[in-house]
């Protein structure tokens, strides 16, 4: 049994007060929330200050990216156990935006996983294809070649520790969700890989959340698919009315 997990995304909003007042509109509505994870990812500037607001809740902290070195001459980055000693359990590795804007690469995610697994952070591995790619007829190929490369020489162990989030490109920040029979068409596809290369029992566990303009109004119908274990949410994720409706998914 898988337990569903829903991240929220901040990217690059909130200033610490406002980060401090979200979380405490979240905490005000969460206590009533059940049987699922629930993460914020707030910019790292943030980290800190909102820390103290969620021991001893059911709130979980990540951040959004982080360097796969221990440590050095890394001028911006953020090494891992920077991540843990302010609190986080998880972070996000590989969101399009990284591979878009910052020159993330396969080969950049697979290093960040290990070092994330290493320090005993909780990986939000992204994939997912770009409208051309789609249209073509490659969404499958693309995804496949990132989570077989992403993954790349990942023990079963290593695996089973992961959340995977299929990302469609086009769908992010646009209001354009895939259906929810693609989704599960490529959330399956997904599990299938991860079959193939740990076996079907780990493949079983690994939860696969779906991202991309999950809102309110389609939450419910994503979250009835077999294979969809829950959501990265970004814009959404922003006002704690909408994200707690979203947590809330029946
Ligand atoms: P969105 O972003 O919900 O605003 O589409 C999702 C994401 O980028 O993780």
Known sequence: MRTPIIAGNWKMYKTVGEAVDLIKGLLVGLGQVHGR????????????????????????LGAQDLHYEPQGAFTGAIAPTMLTDVGCRYVIIGHSERRQYFGETDTSVNRKIRAALTVGLTPIVCVGEVKAERDRG??????????????????????????????????????????????????????ALLSKQVGAATAATVRIQYGGSVKPENIDELMAQPDIDGALVGGASLKAESFLRIVSFQ
């Open 138 to 191: 490659e969404a499958e190929l693309v995804v496949g070649r990132q989570v077989t490369a992403g993954l790349a020489d990942l023990r079963p162990a290593e695996v089973a520790r992961l959340v995977i989030a299929y990302e469609p490109v086009w769908a992010i920040g646009t209001g354009d969700t895939a259906t929810p029979a693609d989704a599960q068409a490529m959330h399956a596809t997904i599990r």
């Open 37 to 60: 994870e629930v993460v914020v990812c707030p910019p790292f500037t943030a980290l800190y200050a909102v820390r103290p607001l969620l021991i001893g809740t059911n709130l979980a």
